[in-house]
């Protein structure tokens, strides 16, 4: 039997056309689609709508099916996803446009297990792979095991079928928490371990929930992964600073700053650059998108951002260290020890040209006893008194 | 390598070597200029040396640059003297003023103060650069001065340039991503910290030795320094 459809599988629901319509707008706009040249790319009829786009995609395409698997997590991306306070998209894309394999949300056991496997088998080089987590490579990844398997047979048992993996968070994108310095599991990116499948990341802690589900979406949808920077990160969601759209920033050029979280300035909107925010070098989307529905973003509710989306952003000093501050000042040892260098070098060189020194008057003495014009004293050498720039 | 993880590694460890380099060279450099001996003073003691310390800080630094023509230091040197005078003068806000730096001194000294506003600083680090380029092209095209000018002093010229140009840059988030521009920025202050030592730009320290003895000396004898 054929597959049904996304659409069908909608209007089977009670989806009435329109609502379908007005659901591929919004989707369309979810996915950033209106700025991506690929719905031009595909317009060999005459320039579909991007709403067309996603209509005929859904109108045609059964539904996409997904495996999800965790790592080293907190399962926050989950989360995120499922307390998202836009359930009717996120929750509608997990639902009703994937069909999902989910280690956590479906009850753990033998039973999942094998429910993955089937997953595996049935949809073999058409299903996405997500990864949220950190796979880690040390003592054989022996350090996150599931059902007596290490996250390293897992990850590669699964990316094998898989069409296209999808790394969600920081923790999957570039080792996140787990790989903070010292790293002791050798927690990396699944980038890093996955060469020969097109994987692309969603950094950020957690997602943004519309994010990893509008890109989902895009793989759906246009059949291929969308365009990504250098960190493998779509450039639709992360092609600009927090602080190049931030609504704090008249105040950044203006250079007022709020001093502490509850001064005049942090109560006038003032910047957070001093409070330590990463926003001027942090690529992601919050500062357009918003979180809940538009609601607000850290920044804007007051906090610095802490740089969620960029690799090793555990490593960048202090959350509430400004951004300028340097990030291993010497200790006042470190200072004595380079100071006492210093002091040594230059007695011992001064010592040196004591010595010389006295040795030189000692031969000036004796010419004067011997008579002038007798030679046998070098002069000073010139050499010594330093040139410099 | 990408570029996050050079700036990490710049505001880290390299920051770190070269604060260490800095360190250890300038102690060097005043200890061998300590050590290279003292005449003994057998002056009589006719004045106070404070007063004549801070006689000589008065005129050299707070007076004098400001009515030039006393010294006739402008009919000799005009440009080298504005120009100058304006490099430094931009030179002392940005570092001692500019937000970004007093981050730099908190978290090196664990003091702050409030930074002077944003348009200000930047207005006076455009000023610096204007006075830098205009110091360069008097040093090439000067007759006598392209002949006294070598190489150290080119490279003094560079090292204090780029982290100028750069911060500059970076303030107005002009063509390069902010992590690279910061990056380069920091290289460059590194590139600065390590060759201070090595050459002419210990000035800044050695200038407040000389200026203290030499006013020291001065007040002992009640002359003006
Ligand atoms: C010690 C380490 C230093 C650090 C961490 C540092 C950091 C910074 C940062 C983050 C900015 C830009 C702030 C912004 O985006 O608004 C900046 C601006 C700037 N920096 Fe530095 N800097 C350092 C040393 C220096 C030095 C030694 C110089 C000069 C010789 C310098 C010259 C400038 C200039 C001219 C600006 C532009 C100021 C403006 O236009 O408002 N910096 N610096
Ligand atoms: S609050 Fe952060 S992101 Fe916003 S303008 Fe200031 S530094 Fe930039
Ligand atoms: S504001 Fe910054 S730290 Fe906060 S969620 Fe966005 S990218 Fe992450």
Known sequence: MKEKTIYEHLRDKGLSRRDFMKLCGTIAGMMGLEFSPPVKALGKLAHPTPAEVVARALTTKPKLPIIWLEFQDCAGCSEAISRSSSPSLAKLVLNDIAIEYHETLMAAGSQAEKAKEECMEKYRGKYVLVVEGSPTVADDGI??????????????????????????????????????????????????????????NIPGCPAIPEVTTGTILYFLIMGELPKTDHLLRPLTFYGHTIHDHCLRRPFYEAGKFAESFDDEGARKGYCLYKLGCKGPTTYNACAALKWEQGLSYPVQSGHPCLGCSEPHFWDGGGFYQGQSAALIPPESKTTAVAAGVGVAIGAALAGVNAAKKGRAKK???SISAVGPGESGAKPISQSESKKEG | MDWSEILRFSRGPLFHLSLIIFIAGMTYRLLRIVLLGWERDRTKRQGSKLWGTIL?????????????????????????????????LSLFVVLAFGAAHILVWQSLCGISWKPLPTPIVDWLAAVGIISLLVLLINRLTHPVLKLLTKLPIWINWTVVFLPFITGYIMTHHLWFRYEVIFSLHMISVCLLLIWIPLGRISHFLFYFFSKTIHGAQAGKRAVTP
């Open chain 1, 143 to 200: 350090y996150c095991v599931v059902a007596g398997k290490s996250n390293l047979d897992l990850l590669k048992e699964a990316t094998a079928g898989a069409a296209a993996v999808i790394a969600t968070g920081n923790c999957a994108s570039f080792g996140g928490i787990p790989g903070a310095n010292p790293n002791p599991t050798r927690a990396c990116g699944v980038a890093d371990l996955i060469k020969d499948k097109p994987v692309i």
């Open chain 1, 363 to 365: 031969a000036l003495t």
């Open chain 2, 56 to 88: 000589n800080y008065l005129r050299g630094l707070i007076i004098l640059p400001f009515i030039p023509w006393v010294r006739r230091t402008f009919r000799n040197n005009a440009l080298t003297f504005i120009a100058g005078g304006f490099f430094h």
